[in-house]
């Protein structure tokens, strides 16, 4: 865990600070889809180092301000790989370096590394996929403003069945109540 976490330390800082975000929106969305200590333990894990494989990754690249070209995207698509070897290698949970490898997979097969569809998509992956569009969402990037929380409830809908598991944006948009909190602390950032 220590070599891991100086691993986590040394990522870019906007990198680091998305993770924490991711793990706090993951927590609460697995939370309430009723997982229990164990998974929720797992969940907060495998959210703040889902993206450690941005370590490999030129932080010019990821903090560009303009469009990415087809070489440097793909680089940036190395990143679940690299970070699931990097989790591993270090003595980490292999269940948690699979969750990290899963993230950018598609509920329906068109994300990567694998294009895995559905249920064939470990659960905290796809927990973990959606905290972080929804975190991308919320942010000021460097090419565009952040989205309100209405904009941004209205794109989960749009990708709930393509993107993302309907059944977790369902419940999300289902209690505004539970995710309001989350979305306010996003308005004052
Ligand atoms: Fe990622």
């Given amino acids: 865990m220590q070599n891991l976490l100086k ?3 040394n990522l870019e800082s906007e990198t680091r600070k998305h993770c924490e975000r991711v793990r706090i929106l993951a927590v609460q969305i697995g939370t309430r889809l009723g997982l229990n200590q164990r998974e929720l333990q797992h969940l907060s894990l495998a959210a703040q180092f889902h993206d450690v494989g941005k370590i ?33 290698s270090l003595g980490g949970d292999p269940e948690i370096a699979f969750t ?3 993230h ?3 509920f329906n097969g068109r994300g990567y590394p694998f294009g895995r569809a559905g249920r064939s998509i ?3 992956s796809r927990i973990i996929a959606i905290a972080d569009a929804l975190d991308a969402m919320l942010s000021n990037r ?21 993107q993302f598991d309907p059944r977790i944006v369902r ?19």
């Fill in 142 to 162: 460097p090419y565009r403003k952040a989205m309100s929380p209405a904009q941004a409830a209205m794109a989960l809908l749009a990708g709930s069945g393509s």
């Fill in 56 to 88: 490999a990754v030129d932080p010019a690249i990821l903090n560009q301000p303009t469009r990415l070209t087809a070489r440097q995207k793909e680089i940036i698509r190395l990143h679940p790989q690299i970070g699931a070897e990097i989790w591993a």
């Fill in 104 to 106: 950018h997979e598609h």
């Fill in 171 to 189: 419940l999300i948009l289902s209690r505004p109540s539970f995710t309001a909190p989350v979305l306010q602390a996003y308005i004052h950032t």
């Fill in 7 to 9: 691993v986590y330390l």
């Fill in 100 to 102: 990290i490898l899963n």
């Fill in 122 to 124: 470990p659960l905290p």
